[in-house]
């Protein structure tokens, strides 16, 4: 088992990762009256794996599940969990557990953090991509029709678990989108870890236990370095949003067709391509980083064309925005992020968005 920690003055917790982690959770919840933990998980992940939650936990929890997917993270469905909770009588002393994804925890940690302004919360994290990024750090947001992650809230959890007997059942797909993830946080922070995910892709691929248990913690640790240094991102978590300023304009114009770590893979390659163009990331390092996401299983080029122009409408919605200019984050090596970047034209997006146009 390994536990980072993430160091938020006052507010420090623990992340534990390893097979069997879940029977953390009676530590996490100890002192709380049982019949007030409350579970919200995602409708697939609970037909796999509820039995083995429940069964760490003192008691039989309340569970209220939704639709496994993106359009989950929404108003609607966040009003339909409230209604639960109501139905529940759920006080401020209770807790909720988030069981699955990104979509989990941020759907879960969105509806703690408003629920009597706020009540604890856990994201028992399913997927790669939630147990190295989405649940570190106390983002938790829903969509609106406008755009992604526009209604949301900064609610640390009181603990996080990445129980990797739960990670066994994960897609082919969506572990290589959480692979995505990982080479960002590489990218942006850690030249050893990029190097460390080209040495081990085979095993990694495999999931081979010691490795991925490795590869999750050390992922958290460069997010929670991150998220400790400045929470609310009023500056250098900024960081984080390379590769997601076109990531999450893919997405939002592809209506959720790819999954998030699919977009940011394509987000990044693009985003490259803008720093390459401007003279500051040299050709081979933008090669480096696109053999590597091919090789995680990334896509590299769009699955059907896009409109530059609806792309760049799509940045102007997102959250990422100041002023009406959307900011990018741009890498002049691995390990080397310049953040803020405000006065990328629209010709070098069209020219990027070529980079990755199909066939
Ligand atoms: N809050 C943050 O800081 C933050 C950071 C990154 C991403 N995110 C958000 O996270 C979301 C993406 O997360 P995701 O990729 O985990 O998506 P997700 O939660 O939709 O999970 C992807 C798919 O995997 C399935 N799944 C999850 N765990 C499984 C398991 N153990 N076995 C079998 N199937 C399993 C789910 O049912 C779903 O179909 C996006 O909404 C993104 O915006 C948030
Ligand atoms: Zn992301």
Redesign the pocket.
Known sequence: MRTVTVEIPGRSYPIHIGPGARQQLRALVARRDPAQVVVIA?R??AD??LDALAAALPAVPPVVTFP???NS?SLACAERVFGFLAEQRVERGAIVIAF???????LGGFVAATWLRGIAFVPVA??L??AV??SV?G???VNIPAG??LVGAFHQPVGVIVDLD??E???GR?YA??LA?CVKQAAIRDPDLFAWLEAHGEAILKREPDVLGELIARNCEVKAAVVSADEREMGLRAILNYGHTLGHAIEHRLEYDL???ECVALGMIAENEIARGRGMLAGETVERIRALLRRCGLPTVLPRALDPAEVIESCRVDKKVQGGVPHFVLLRDVGDPVRGVADVSEAEIAAAMSAIAPG
């Open positions: 995602d697939n992940v796999l794996h496994a997917g993106e993270k699955g994804g990104g979509v989990a925890g941020d399913t997927s991509l939630a990024d989405a750090g983002k938790t947001a992604k992650n739960f990670l059942t994960l897609s969506d989108s959480g993830e999954r998030h770590g």
